[in-house]
């Protein structure tokens, strides 16, 4: 931008600001309220970000604010301003656009203020602008927290942005173009950063225990540092001399050198003799051009395998959506004094920060205190440091925050979040992807750290190190997550670079799991199958048989004093029958008939006001007839007209057929239960499920660039190959025409020597192939496909053999046999005429073949060109097609659920009395609507129970009986049982009155294990819903919401859980809910009376000390104790944990009277502290209580399988 174009408010006070003249700047009168000027016209610029570009052309940074700042330091307000003004310039382009612009004149403006954030960057590579800027930090560390004003820490925090902004720059490419060594301009900023002790003072903010608010910025800064280094590299540096690194650089240049060589001896020898002009012309006999003839080559013989039909087309361009994810700048190699200068910063951050700060990062991060994606910050650190210090001496306790079972679920956790975005937020999959790739680094580093902690010298560091692998492997997300993004990789959203680490961590990941494997003979794996069920609408396979004249007699005779108590008025007739819908799209005619079936199924029901009433209803709508009676029919003529419905034999529909899952209307419910068993385990049925295609796929689009991979990248990816060919035995699941034509560019590479391994696989791999093609000659055109596992058993051994049930579990369709292919044509040409009719539910009826299902029919015909597709079949729908209700509709609704409110089954009552036909779907979406109902489980048919006693499995004192030993094979049936009572609770909490002084003796022992202030929020929320409850006249169920950790705590316990159910409160009914509820049905009598029995009447007892949380059931027993924070997370003292009968148990206790029932639920329980919560499930916690067995008897793994079963 042209400095004369500059807007002439904005160029006079640029001019007011004062002028350079030599290494002094003049500072003007008006030079601070030019500065204030200067940021109220950027709080105000435009989309296009015109002050900003006005401001960078005319470098008012570079020739003012520098120089300001440089030579008038110590006057506050206006070192202020400018700070103020510099943090706000050079704050980053995307954050001032919010992300790339994608139209050209936006991107434009993008680029041009990019640009001079480049220049800004260049201008800071100054020391003498960095010496004031850590002299003044300097001095604001020194002031004590007291005397710190709220402007110093403000200014505080606007010299770490600026020194991030600085950092955050990007690198102009056509600018800095040297070879690596030479000092790039983020080089020379990071070289006066380090004369100006400002890496001492970030070191002193990441350790001091009073600057914990600056942990991010100082974590951000740091990853900004080392943007362009490698942690090898850094490591390597110390451990050699500048002759080794340039022994390095000429091996690399030597082995180049080695390949062109090689490639032209070959050229060499594939030149012929002649004169290249008398080359002569040559037919290529079966190769055929254009036409009919052979195809006429007019080159050299030696150019002959390199022709091909594309010589001289032009390529076809390849889409934008379809080309490769681009790959991130790659680290170059920085001055050699500015990388020992960084080395010797990451030493001293890990021996003096790195715990510290990841703690305080960590719990700002779980707490929510970051903004938004600032854990990327974490899982960088977690990544480059932890391979530092691998690397250059491994000392695990200096990373030991990082090390654990919390650090693996933190990672696994934000890995599976960005997968999950990355599949929905189509738009920015490629950020996610980034993300995406940082925490796939962490989780390798974790493994390699993990892997280096069992090649320790110290036995505690191995025994912890089997502490953490027995973790791992115990879950099912840390197995299943490699499979996951293998089946879902995408390489036009992810870069090569992620699949290169993800096949180097899947290579690690099973190489550790085959070790741990390996001598354990009795490996007991977990196994987890989620049952779904689904509740249908009950079918009826065959219509009731009528009943007989006799029988009809004999209930007639039974309904005659009714019929004439009714007449007579001694009892009150409904007046909310309707015989007629306007709204219904079902014909008047049928209406009326419907009315005559509903009177003799309410006479049939013997209910016999419900049929008078409806009689005289539909009279007053159909009079025309006298179907229904005359209008001044009396009494006996209705008697005889009820009579003569009762017994008339009236037309039925037939019942409807039972539809297939797809159905709408079918599906009302769905239930999921989690059952767990063991089994034992097995590492090639693990390994089996890699065995797929997309796996294969992923690893041949890895070794395409195989001479840029690393010889580790390589070697990983072949071992990944081997595995699946040598050790499963599926040699044909890498017969892929792609995969050989990458073996042949291979084999045919003048440096394949230097890819011994891949040479060695390809050469396997061909030699099984043509050993199989000899015998089945159909492996040549399978080589077009990929493979998976029963596609590579019938091509050993046989096409078929998985139909007859050979080398597979599950069933496979029986082939139409031309004889069944015929009789369907017949029947499909034969039904195709026939109007109104369904033609698949009339072949399947005259098909001879039985077991056949609608499906396979419908798929049959389409391949036999019958049909274009399964659209020409449509389902007819059923349902009485009723989509919106009416007012009149609702408030019947209404009426129907406050009468059967308090009956046993609210919706199949409503159901009957309801005027519109409408499905048990749509009734109970309407009742959810309606807010009549808060949840479905309302709506279930009540059983009631015999006695509410303590069951067999609890104690006299009230606290649950806990089983003496675990029972591993019964878990699936004792697992149904405890769904089946709960559900049944669930059916029965509502009407359950607990009987009084109920869960006294259990609430005295919760008192004396340190449950006083729990139990007291608990007594505060019962007896202000008494009050409430007394107040408004109205009862709501009310949630019992845990405001304190104390309270979450306490309602994790089973038995304050346990006193809760004494108590007549009800658990969360579904998945919907999340609190436990005080039931409507209680009064505030019982209320008071159940406050009353759990108020404590002694002293409490003494406060005990922390155990550690429990720990895996394989976890080993150690014999020393391990360094601190190894194996376990920082909060814990020891690595291996020990069980302990309690899983809440206080640290320290406070008593606290309440001043009245209003104050807050969190006021009763304020001043405990509870231990944290055991890094893995509850269940696991209950399965170690009751099995205090010796851990060294077997090891344990839980293999966790989702299996799906619809019952």
């Not at 654990?404 to 979040?417: C, D, P, S, W």
């Not at 808060?934 to 709506?939: C, D, F, S, V, Y």
């Amino acid at each position: 931008m042209d400095w004369y174009m500059m807007n002439c408010e904005l160029l006079a006070t640029c001019s007011a600001l004062g002028y350079l003249e030599g290494d002094v700047y003049h500072r003007e009168p008006d030079c601070l309220e030019s500065v204030k000027d200067l940021i109220r016209y950027l709080r105000h610029e435009d989309e296009s970000r015109d002050v900003r570009q006005q401001l960078g052309a005319a470098q008012i940074l570079q020739n003012d604010l520098l120089p300001i700042l440089v030579q008038y330091p110590q006057e506050k307000v206006l070192f202020d301003a400018v700070i103020r003004l510099m943090v706000n310039l050079t704050q980053p382009a995307l954050l001032c656009f919010g992300k790339v612009p994608a139209d050209a004149t936006s991107r434009h403006h993008f680029l041009q203020v990019l640009s001079y954030l480049q220049a800004y960057k260049e201008a800071f590579a100054s020391e003498k602008v960095f010496v004031v800027l850590s002299e003044k930090l300097y001095n604001l560390l020194q002031l004590d927290w007291e005397q710190r004003q709220e402007e110093d820490t403000l200014l505080i925090e606007r010299i770490l942005l600026l020194v991030r902004n600085v950092l955050h720059v990007p690198p102009d490419p056509t600018e800095e173009q040297g070879v690596d060594g030479d000092a790039s301009v983020h080089d020379r900023v990071l070289w006066a950063l380090h004369i100006s002790g400002m890496d001492d003072l970030l070191k002193f903010l990441a350790s001091a225990q009073v600057e914990q608010q600056w942990a991010l910025h100082v974590l951000e800064i740091i990853s900004l540092m080392f943007r362009d280094q490698s942690p090898e590299e850094l490591a390597a540096l110390g451990q050699g001399t500048a002759g080794a690194e340039h022994r390095e650089d000429t091996q690399e240049l030597e082995t180049l050198r080695q390949r062109e060589l090689a490639e032209k001896r070959t050229r060499a020898r594939q030149r012929p003799s002649r004169h290249s002009r008398f080359g002569g012309s040559y037919v290529l006999q079966g190769v055929k051009s254009i036409g009919d003839r052979d195809v006429v080559f007019h080159k050299g013989l030696h150019n002959l395998k390199s022709y091909t039909h594309d010589l001289g087309k032009e390529p076809r361009r390849l889409p934008r959506r379809r080309q490769a994810a681009p790959e991130a700048e790659p680290s170059r190699r920085s001055a050699r004094n500015v990388r020992l200068f960084l080395r010797h910063f990451c030493q001293d951050f890990l021996e003096g920060c790195y715990n510290r700060l990841m703690l305080l990062v960590k719990d700002q991060l779980v707490r929510e205190k970051a903004q938004q994606h600032d854990e990327t910050y974490y899982l960088w650190a977690t990544a480059f440091f932890m391979a530092f210090n691998r690397l250059h001496g491994f000392r695990p306790e200096l990373v030991s925050e990082t090390v654990g079972v919390r650090a693996f679920h933190f990672i696994e956790q934000n890995l599976t979040t960005y997968y999950e975005m990355a599949l929905m937020d189509k738009k920015e999959a490629t950020t996610w992807a980034h993300r995406m790739h940082l925490a796939l680094k962490a989780y390798q580093e974790l493994l390699r750290t993990v892997q280096e902690m069992d090649r320790s010298p110290e036995q505690a560091v191995r025994d912890s190190s089997q502490v953490i692998k027995s973790n791992i492997f115990y879950l099912m997300e840390y197995r299943e997550l490699f499979l996951t993004l293998f089946r879902k990789f995408d390489e036009t959203k992810q870069p090569r670079s992620f699949l290169r680490d993800l096949v180097e961590t899947a290579h690690l990941f099973l190489r550790m799991l085959e070790r741990f494997c390996r001598g354990r003979a009795n490996l007991v794996v977990q196994s987890k199958r989620v049952r779904r069920k689904k509740k249908k609408k009950p079918h009826v396979p065959e219509a009731p048989a009528p009943p007989s004249a006799a029988e009809l007699e004999q209930l007639w005779e039974g309904l005659a004093p009714q019929v004439q108590a009714c007449l007579e008025g001694e009892v009150p007739l409904p007046e909310d029958m309707v015989p007629f819908d306007a709204a219904s799209e079902t014909p008047v005619e049928e209406q009326r008939a419907e009315a005559v079936l509903r009177i003799q199924e309410c006479l049939r029901d013997s209910h016999v006001p419900q049929a008078l009433q409806l009689l005289r209803s539909a009279r007053e709508v159909w009079p025309e007839g006298d179907v229904f009676g005359s209008a001044d029919v009396g009494p006996p003529e209705e008697t005889q007209l009820l009579r003569e419905i009762l017994v008339a034999p009236l037309p039925r529909n037939a019942p409807a057929e039972p539809e297939e899952p797809e159905e709408e209307e079918d599906e009302e419910e769905e239930e999921q239960t989690l059952q767990v068993s063991e089994k034992e385990f097995n590492f090639l049925d693990y390994l089996k499920r890699f065995a797929c295609a997309p796996v294969v796929r992923a690893l041949v689009l890895l070794l395409r660039g195989y001479a840029r991979n690393s010889a580790r990248t390589n070697h990983c990816a072949a071992r990944l190959l081997h595995r699946l060919a040598r050790d499963l035995h599926m040699e044909p699941l890498l017969f892929q025409l792609s995969l050989f034509a990458l073996f042949h560019r291979l084999l045919s590479d003048p440096a394949a020597a230097a890819h011994q391994e891949l040479v060695t696989l390809a050469k396997f791999i061909l030699g099984k192939f043509f050993a199989l093609a000899a015998t089945n000659k159909k492996a040549f055109v399978e080589l077009l496909f990929w493979k998976s596992p029963a596609i590579v058993c019938e091509m050993t051994k046989g096409y078929g053999s998985l139909q007859e049930g050979e080398g597979t579990t599950w069933s496979r369709v029986s082939p139409w046999t031309p004889q069944e292919e015929q009789e369907l044509r017949e029947l499909y040409w034969k039904y195709k005429e026939v109007e109104g009719g369904d033609i698949i539910a009339a072949i399947l009826a005259h098909l001879p073949t039985p077991g056949r299902t609608r499906k396979q029919v419908v798929k049959q015909l389409v391949r036999m060109g019958l049909a274009s597709s399964a659209k020409d079949f449509p389902r007819e729908r059923k349902g009485t097609r009723i989509v919106l209700w009416t007012q009149e509709q609702e408030e019947e609704l209404t009426r129907l659920f406050e009468e059967f409110h308090g009956s046993d089954d609210v919706l199949g009552n409503i159901m009957k009395h309801l005027t519109a036909r409408r499905s048990r779907a749509r009734v109970v979406e309407k009742l959810l609507g309606l807010g009549l109902v808060a949840e479905r489980k309302e709506l279930y048919k009540k059983r009631r129970r015999k006695s509410h006693g303590p069951g067999p499995g609890q104690a006299a004192t009230g606290v649950p009986a806990m089983p003496a030993q675990d029972s591993s094979g019964d878990d699936e049936d004792s697992e149904e049982e405890e769904d089946e009572d709960e559900a049944e609770e669930g059916r029965m909490e509502e009407h359950w009155v607990p009987q009084e002084g109920a869960g006294q003796d259990l609430a005295q022992h919760l008192h004396r294990e340190g449950l006083a202030g729990p139990l007291r929020w608990l007594e505060n929320c019962l007896r202000r819903a008494a009050g409430d409850r007394e107040e408004d006249g109205v009862s709501h169920p009310v949630p019992l919401v845990p405001l304190t950790e104390e309270n979450e705590d306490a309602m994790e316990d089973r038995r304050f859980r346990s006193l809760l159910r004494q108590l007549g409160l009800r658990p969360p009914a579904s998945e919907q809910e999340s609190f436990w509820r005080i039931p409507a049905a209680l009064t505030p009598q019982q209320l008071r009376h159940a406050a009353a029995s759990i108020a404590h009447r002694g002293p409490s007892g003494s406060p005990q000390d922390m155990s550690e949380p429990p720990g895996c059931p394989q976890d080993p027993a150690p014999a020393e104790p391990l360094p601190a924070g190894l194996g376990s997370d920082s909060e814990s003292e020891e690595p291996v944990p020990v069980p302990v009968p309690s899983p809440v148990q206080p640290r320290t206790k406070r008593r606290r009277e309440l001043a009245s029932e209003d104050e807050d639920e969190d006021g009763g329980s304020s001043g405990t502290r509870l231990a944290p919560p055991a890094p893995h499930s509850e269940e696991d916690e209950e399965e170690e209580e009751e099995d205090p067995q010796p851990r060294g008897r077997r090891k344990r793994i839980r293999c966790v399988e989702e299996e799906e079963e619809e019952d």
